[in-house]
């Protein structure tokens, strides 16, 4: 200790004179070694957050909104502090600037994302994780991690896959195999899928070393292919565009395909473009499911895409990063039928499996998926090894399984199950609700527990009905704006928050739509809470500029 | 509430009947809405950590490794549990198969990774992130965590680039501007910043709607190249190699040049190499400089790097991952002279900027570099928005953010200098500490506070002065297996930790040459430790199978 001892000296005698060299040493001394105080700001507010997470949220985030330029005044300095300060002097400017200031996502009225409500023991469990900081990268600085990561990985893909025992007690903690990655979330595994995909069908052949060692450019003159296309339905996650720019494919050869009037992908149009790239020497890399979609909620006919798949000879993933949950229940597992047939698939575990963020998960069908990413170091990963890193996309990352892994154990697959089903049934209550509404309008029915609807008072309905084109016109114009301004108008006032979306619905002749999102998987969102937010709403529409602007005229008609 | 209580009333009936009603009702009802009890299981777990973390540290992981296999049987079932369970027998279980068989990351002795003891400070405040639960992606989910972010990486930029205050001021919260990106960690800062890279050197012209659209192959066609290149020193981090594979340029036309006796790039033998490779039209994307490397610490000489970039048009990416945070302190920072020129670079704030795990950063010169890679949804990330998300590589993650604001508010610019300070004088110490000693020999001297050494008795040291070329070959294998075999029963004896790498040194004819690594960042390492270390290498040496059986012999010649 003698050298910290030093340091602090030397620590004391630079710091501002205006600053006591005690409380300066005491500042710093603090940080490595000692604790803070019961009574210091920081440990108040962790205790405050340890007896009553959702009353600190209540009391601690404003719940009238700032503008977010307002809220930059704050954060405009780009020099790096110079002198050292105490932690309770920036605790509490954090609390004034920033927790004031954030989303209360686990609000049980703010239904429009996709965060949650959090199990209580989450919280010490990532202090805990946070204490032991362990990096999943490799063995040597994760140790017991490594397999606890493997089995939470064999668990999933056990959810998804079915393997019999067999299959896992000689897969899940081999050196030769992976049956999942472990990421920061849903968009690295849909890169880590594709990947795959891509290297797998560029692989070596005679000569060719493989698209991993030559690249795509060579690949594709040894595979004699003009392009390679991805396909999608159009209500794909804007990340499978972000892997097919990342990958080398390019955007504009991922490609949407039209979904019916639920938002399902229509595989008849899959298989016509498919074939038609494929006639033009353009190789179908990949088709992707979605189970279900971020902005409605509904689930491909995954069946009907893996029948594609093998007609086309390609790789078959599903992004149900939001869906994959709804597999733990039995009772609604059976919405994403199919999903067994996939090589890869994508599940968010900080999305209905109520982890804190950052805990994506990619699983291979195939223990042996991940060879064609494989690669190796001096230092670590060496061959042969265990460690994580071998077949990752990220390198260095936290231990967050350690949080899956908690989270199944306690809350176990019967109380997801619940979880999962009550979600399910508050999403069509609030669909039967909006409907028996006059002044409201269901547009996309929920499958999972997402739902879109809009607020159309019965007069602008009629008026609709019998209107000429360029009225209509007029009127759907309006209508986008005025929702837009109600949900920005509602987040405002900070009571709830619904988000937004826009989409092509057939009651709005599938043009362009703008319509209210909202996402029922918060267990603490009551019904109450539900009747109380399309009450706020109409209250809303009664006072909106826009309407009055746009949409009034049309009232007294 | 209601819908809670009739959720908690189902699941209590559906528990298994051996569990009693009330406890599983407890056992349920407590995860989303009541916090551990002060006297419950996990609830002193967190005490223990929050009072004394390296007591809770050194208490509760084993000292002795177990094996991995035997760790293994603890995580062999690959079910999800069926029923839930006490968070209190989670907790204990947590206790006995995972923290014990974790690795102590922040203990002083062990010096052989890049972890280090973290201030104190960061436990709660992790923990408030966690309660806070915000999505980074977007504005929507984050609210004030997008500001703190921008100016976090406002303070790197300025840290790494000192642009005036204009530049800040106008680029800092600009939807126009990203003066970086967060991310997981090195690894995903490396592939974004070669993506960026790759899509600015194919990008839009004339028909040509650029790479991001078309496609690798399409862009190659169009620019008329042969291949790409990406070149850097042999010591580069596999990361980059990783990088090469993803964005579809091939390991194999990622150039590794050699470096000097000091592990630092040719650029003499770069410059050649890629002169080579532009006449043969295959076009240098980027060259990359490391500061420092992963295995010695050792930096590439920036600005010849910045010229030869000039020379050839192509980007400059540094590797700063674990060098970058040099820059904080203003005695060593001209170890990194020429970094301002990097067109990008990386730095991990949690490695020597004592932020926990999951904490990667990007830097980009130029502030519009991240449009080239720029992407856009319906619900989120619409133009014009201020969202991180529509230009990094990750979609939803956590507010890590948050945690390097708060280091470097509180420990300060001149805190950040002291510890860098010190951790190079460490280092400096025990490498002519290794040097006084007759056994051990230096490999790589600390330019950071890295460096490698080998144990090796001053007798084979005679024997191999005067050895012929066979006997010099079999010592040097033999002497390869033992430091191997040192490393390895060292580190499963639990009081140390040192790591090992290969290297090519001078002083063993440039023939792959393994070495024990240590990194000295940790501030809690005293000299005495240091002492400790060796003196435990020269106990191991003396019991070591290896050496018996192999070096035994040329003790007594």
Redesign the interface.
């Known amino acids: 200790?003698?050298?910290?001892v030093n340091?602090l000296e030397?620590?004391s005698s630079?710091?501002d004179v205006k600053r006591s060299a005690v409380a300066s040493e005491e500042?710093?001394f603090?940080?490595?070694?000692?604790?803070?105080a019961p009574g210091s700001t920081?440990?108040k507010?962790?205790q405050d957050?340890?007896?009553?997470?959702?009353g600190?949220?209540n009391e601690n985030i404003a719940a009238v909104e700032k503008p977010?330029h307002e809220?930059?005044k704050?954060?405009?300095?780009?020099?790096?502090?110079?002198?050292?300060?105490?932690?309770s002097e920036?605790?509490q400017q954090?609390m004034e600037?920033?927790?004031?200031?954030?989303?209360h996502?686990?609000a049980p009225s703010f239904i429009?994302?996709m965060?949650s409500?959090?199990?209580?023991?989450?919280?010490?469990?990532?202090?805990?994780m946070?204490?032991?900081?362990?990096?999943l990268v490799k063995?040597?600085?994760?140790?017991?991690?490594?397999?606890?990561e493997?089995?939470v990985l064999?668990?999933m893909?056990?959810?998804v896959y079915g393997e019999d025992?067999t299959f896992?007690?000689k897969c899940?903690?081999s050196a030769k195999s992976a049956l999942g990655a472990f990421?920061?979330?849903?968009?690295?595994a849909n890169?880590s899928a594709l990947?795959i995909a891509r290297?797998k069908l560029l692989g070596p052949d005679g000569d060719f070393?493989g698209?991993?060692?030559?690249?795509?450019?060579?690949a594709?003159l040894h595979y004699g292919y003009?392009?390679?296309a991805v396909l999608v339905s159009e209500r794909g996650?804007?990340?499978l565009?972000?892997a097919?720019?990342?990958?080398?494919?390019?955007?504009?050869?991922f490609i949407a395909i039209e979904t019916d009037e639920n938002n399902r992908v229509n595989v008849d149009k899959m298989r016509e473009k498919a074939e038609q790239l494929q006639a033009n020497n353009i190789k179908v890399m990949a088709i992707v499911g979605v189970a279900g979609t971020?902005?409605t909620g509904n689930i491909d006919p995954l069946h009907d895409l893996a029948d594609l798949s093998v007609e086309l000879g390609c790789h078959f993933h599903i992004d149900a990063a939001w869906g994959g949950a709804t597999l733990?229940s039995n009772n609604a597992r059976a919405l994403l039928d199919g999903a067994e047939r996939a090589d890869s698939i994508t599940i968010?575990a900080?999305k209905q499996m109520y982890v804190?963020?950052?805990a994506?998960i990619v699983l291979f069908k195939q223990p042996d998926a991940c060879n064609v990413?494989e690669?190796?170091?001096?230092?670590i990963?060496r061959k042969g090894s265990?460690d994580l890193g071998s077949h990752t996309?990220?390198?260095?990352?936290?231990?967050m399984a350690?949080l899956v892994h908690?989270s199944?154990?306690?809350?176990?697959?019967?109380?997801y199950q619940?979880?999962i089903d009550?979600s399910l049934e508050?999403a069509r209550y609030f669909a039967e609700l909006i409907e028996q509404e006059d002044d409201f309008e269901l547009i996309s029915e929920p499958e999972l527990c997402l739902l879109t609807y809009r607020y159309v008072p019965e007069q602008i309905k009629s008026v609709l009905v019998n209107a000429d084109e360029q009225t209509r016109l007029d009127i759907y114009a309006a209508l986008n704006r005025f929702t837009a301004s109600m949900q920005k108008r509602q987040?405002e006032a900070g009571r709830s928050f619904v988000?937004?979306?826009?989409l092509n619905p057939h009651q709005y002749d599938k043009l362009p739509t703008v319509v209210f999102?909202v996402v029922l998987a918060n267990?603490?969102?009551?019904?109450?809470i539900l009747h109380d937010i399309l009450a706020e709403q109409r209250e809303l529409a009664k006072t909106d500029p826009i309407f009055k602007k746009y949409l009034s005229k049309y009232m007294t008609s």
Chains 1, 2 share one sequence.
């Not at 957050?49 to 959702?54: G, K, Q, R, T, V």
């Not at 704050?74 to 932690?87: G, S, T």
């Open positions: 200790m003698n050298m910290f340091l030397k620590m630079m710091v500042s710093l603090r940080i490595f070694t000692v604790p803070e920081l440990a507010i962790e957050i340890s007896n009553n997470l959702a600190f949220l977010l809220i930059e704050d954060f405009q300095d780009a020099h790096i502090p110079e002198e050292p300060r105490f932690v920036h605790a954090l600037q920033l927790v004031a200031h954030s989303v996502t686990a429009g994302h965060t409500a959090l199990p209580h023991f989450v919280l010490p469990l990532s202090k805990l946070v204490g032991l900081n362990q990096n063995i040597e600085t994760s140790k017991a991690f490594t397999p606890l493997r089995q064999g668990m893909h056990h959810l025992e896992y007690k899940m903690h990421c920061s979330g849903g968009t690295v890169i990947w290297n070393k698209i991993n060692s030559e690249g795509l450019m060579a594709m003009k392009g390679l996650h804007y990340s565009g972000k097919a720019d990342v990958l080398g494919i390019g955007r504009s050869n971020t902005e733990l968010d900080h804190p963020m950052g994506g990413i690669h190796h170091a001096e230092y990963l265990k996309l990220e390198g260095s990352r936290p231990g350690m908690a199944l154990c306690i809350i176990g697959r019967k109380g619940l979880l009550k508050k987040r988000s937004r979306t826009r999102r267990p603490l969102t009551s019904k109450e």
